[in-house]
């Protein structure tokens, strides 16, 4: 069975940086992209980031633009990411995703990121 385990949340002024990073482990786990969702108080799901394995190329929402990074390495089933210039509407529960060919999405148990103003 495959398990996604993030870590990294945490309590941080506005202005500040942390950096999650998700890591799968289990058999025979393969997946062509891992990323981020977010869910803020009160709000549904939304995408953050994420990346494909095939070229590495990356995706952002706009909310994130110019401030989050996301990146990975697929031979260590892993994928970061680095948030900079944290606002107060950043503060959510950061949940990693990873798409799989014949297990699809899986998600990860979510990590609390607080931003104080």
């Known amino acids: 069975q495959v398990q996604l385990v993030e870590s990294g949340g945490g309590l941080v002024q506005a202005g500040g940086s942390l950096r999650l990073s998700c890591t799968a482990s289990?058999?025979?786990?393969?997946?062509?992209?891992m990323g981020w969702f977010r869910r803020a108080p009160g709000k549904g799901r939304e995408f953050v980031a994420h990346?494909?394995?095939?070229?590495?190329?990356?995706y952002y929402a706009d909310s994130v633009k110019g401030r989050f990074t996301v990146s990975g390495d697929n031979a260590k089933h892993t994928v970061w990411l680095q948030m900079d210039s944290l606002k107060p509407e950043d503060t959510a529960v950061y949940y990693c995703?990873?798409?799989?060919?014949?297990?699809?999405?899986?998600w990860g148990q979510g990590t609390q990121v607080t931003v104080s103003s």
């Open positions: 289990g058999r025979a786990f393969n997946s062509y992209s």
């Open positions: 990346i494909t394995w095939t070229n590495n190329n990356t």
């Open positions: 995703h990873a798409d799989t060919n014949g297990n699809g999405r899986l």
